[in-house]
């Protein structure tokens, strides 16, 4: 662990705030290519990347505020001063930041699949780079384990998960996928918006079971904070993949013709019994 970057005559950069703010940089440019192949003006991308910037910052600290308010209950001016209580909550920025991205695509009339897509290559690669950021301050820790390559974390007794490395190759492998389907679906001429439906599909369930062995402090009914927030991702996404997907058109005949056969099925069972009752009597 490294948690302090460079230190230099009393100056100290934290690793942390350095790959975060290289994460932005890289989310920001990457957010910005794919719009822009997508002919959306450079003001407009500006002002979608420049608000939910914003929004996910305040989020993401609201977050962490409302799941760890002992740290603050002693005085609330500690809520903005981030030098003096540092904390940010990835999942609290996502949602915010996503959010805010889906009203302000709405207001400033770019198309939300654009916007989707964008996010499918843009988001995992600046999570990518903040992850070196977290692994090197260990803020975020696994939970213990006999494997071999656990790691130890400052401030921590015993070998632990290495949670980051999972989670970046899992973003590896998901950016991976992502490239292909995007490649499909240009070729099969699929839906805007459908490729970023898969990533946030594909990121809910390796994040999901990541969580298994990470070190959460926050709980409810069995099921970290970050899971619950997953699993709501998750059914979102399965939600716009009804409507975006065309499921609308595949599902609901399927379920009419299913529905009529076994109400068709259940008509002969009682015409057969009705029968059967009156012949004995």
Do not use: C
Request: without cysteine.
């Amino acid at each position: 662990m490294q948690p302090i970057f460079i230190s230099f005559a009393g100056f100290e950069l934290y690793s942390l705030s350095l790959f975060l703010i290289a994460s932005w940089f890289v989310f920001s440019f990457v957010f910005w290519k794919h719009l822009h192949n997508q002919a959306v003006d450079d003001d407009r991308i500006f002002d979608l990347t420049f608000y939910s910037t914003i929004i996910a910052f305040v989020g993401a600290r609201l977050a962490f505020v409302v799941f760890h308010w002992e740290l603050f209950a002693g005085s609330w001016l500690k809520v903005p001063a981030l030098w003096v209580q540092p904390g940010l909550s990835l999942y609290g920025g996502l949602v915010s930041g996503l959010l805010a991205l889906l009203y302000l695509a709405r207001k400033l009339k770019v198309r939300v699949s654009f916007v989707l897509d964008s996010l499918a290559f843009s988001l995992p690669s600046a999570i990518l780079v903040g992850l070196i950021g977290s692994y090197l301050d260990g803020t975020t820790a696994g939970k213990l384990t006999g494997f071999a390559w656990g790691v130890l974390y400052t401030g921590l007794a015993g070998r632990r998960h290495p949670v980051q490395i999972y989670e970046g190759i899992s973003l590896l492998l998901i950016i991976i996928i992502i490239f292909f389907i995007q490649k499909k679906a240009v070729k099969r001429g699929l839906p805007y918006g459908m490729t970023g439906l898969w990533f946030f599909f594909l990121f809910s369930i390796f994040m999901f079971a990541i969580e298994f062995v990470k070190d959460s402090s926050v709980y409810f009914s069995g099921v970290s904070a970050n899971q619950w927030v997953l699993v709501g991702l998750f059914a979102e996404t399965l939600g716009a993949f009804y409507v975006r997907g065309g499921g609308k058109q595949l599902i609901r005949p399927a379920m009419k013709h299913i529905v009529s056969g076994l109400t068709g099925k259940f008509k002969q069972l009682y015409a057969k019994f009705s029968q059967r009752n009156s012949n004995r009597y």
